[in-house]
């Protein structure tokens, strides 16, 4: 749980992830159709020449989805020659430095989380951003 964090303001919570898994960020106004999309699947962008499947965050975690927003935030997140992308719709991001970290973690797990962040000004989330990987492969193969 250690390294400087990407922090996300989605909804009604925030969430983490680590720095080092951030490929890349893009910005589109429009995500291009994806036929027979299935679960929190949103569709495929292409990253440095590479397809990069894409999900939304707030249907992956469980979050209430309102109506469709304009503009997304893509985080794209890379380890291991696996690319995946999240949409966090026009939320806003900011850091937490690895310094402001100590004694502020802990390994409760939820749902596609790995641990939580006591910071200053509320609870964070960690999102274990392998296991949205592997379910999302799994969706796209069972289809």
Sequence with gaps: MEGDKLVIALGNGKYALDTKTVAGIIEL????FLPGKSGFVAGVVSFRNEPVTVIDLKAALGEAIDTPEAGHKI????SKGRLLGIDIGPSQVSFIWNEELRGRTTDEKRLFTSGR???????VDIIDWQALFNETARLLTTD
């Design 117 to 123: 962040i006591y910071a200053a000004d509320g609870p």
């Design 75 to 78: 985080i794209v997140l890379g």
């Design 29 to 32: 106004q429009k995500l291009p």
